[in-house]
């Protein structure tokens, strides 16, 4: 079985060498020359190479059965080259290839504005953002690809957190400041180890469709950067209500779905990482 990861980061590091102690042979990506030493240490073959070159798409693809796709947004990148250009490549050059499952992670934020109520993957999507907006165009490029010998499955995720991106060390920059409004809105994360299962979970049981991928645990931020703040010593955050918060989102995501599908998390709520 062959498996490649595009845009082998933070996340399709850990799945690469989930895969490689399953037997698949993996072949990673990366848009980075110098990281080509350290994606060799994890994958069978490292490659550089970008969504817009779809040539060296086709040719990467050409023929694995399984394609991970976690592209990232570097800084000076926009968002349609880096996600919306990949999509149009990935949709294009697929059926050439030998590909049978296709997953690719997106984001909890293009439901929009819901004032904290639920969401489902059935619940339409109101992009408000023209960030957003391209991920929404890029998903469904993506989605629209499946085919009966290709499954496409979309994971939605929430904040990342784990190794390296401990929940301390994402609050410390706001111990002691002041942020606007009141913190009342939902915060939905999901830790790396679930982000690895769910889709390794999804390449063995060949899942298609939307899944939001987000632990069963979602307070309030002020309740979560309250926690995280006394835990670990940082000075406390104030909040301003007279400044309205610039957030453009607000949502409690279900994560039922995938649950019913026959996933189990393995850290659904906060309780061993703070």
Request: hydrophobic share 40%; aromatic share 8%; with cysteine.
């Amino acid at each position: 079985m062959r498996a490649a990861i595009i845009g082998c980061g933070y996340v399709g590091t850990q799945v690469a060498q989930r895969w490689r102690q399953q037997g698949l042979t993996v072949t990673a990506t990366t848009t980075s020359p110098e990281r080509l030493d350290e994606l060799t240490a994890v994958a069978d073959r490292a490659v550089v190479l970008t969504g817009n070159q779809s040539d060296a798409l086709q040719d990467c693809l050409a023929d694995q059965q399984t394609a991970l796709v976690c592209v990232g947004s570097k800084r000076q990148a926009s968002y349609e080259d880096t996600y919306l250009q990949t999509a149009k490549n990935l949709a294009a050059v697929l059926p050439e290839t030998s590909v049978q499952q296709l997953v690719y992670t997106s984001t909890y934020s293009v439901y929009g504005q819901h004032y904290g109520r639920w969401v489902t993957e059935a619940t339409p999507v109101e992009p408000v953002t023209d960030k957003a907006k391209v991920l929404v165009a890029a998903e469904q490029l993506l989605l629209s690809a499946a085919r009966p010998d290709l499954k496409v499955c979309l994971f939605r995720l929430g904040g990342i957190y784990g190794p390296g991106r401990e929940l301390a060390r994402i609050f410390s920059r706001s111990a002691g400041q002041t942020r606007p409004g009141r913190g009342e809105t939902a915060s939905n994360w999901v830790h790396l180890d679930d982000i690895v299962g769910a889709i390794d979970f999804a390449r063995s049981q060949s899942l298609a469709g939307i899944y939001n991928l987000v632990q069963d645990e979602i307070p309030t931020v002020k309740a979560l950067i309250d926690r995280v703040c006394a835990r670990h010593g940082l000075a406390p955050v104030s909040w301003e209500p007279s400044q309205p918060s610039a957030r453009p989102y607000n949502a409690r995501v279900s994560n039922q779905k995938l649950k019913a599908a026959g996933y189990t998390f393995q850290r659904p709520t906060f309780e061993s990482a703070l």
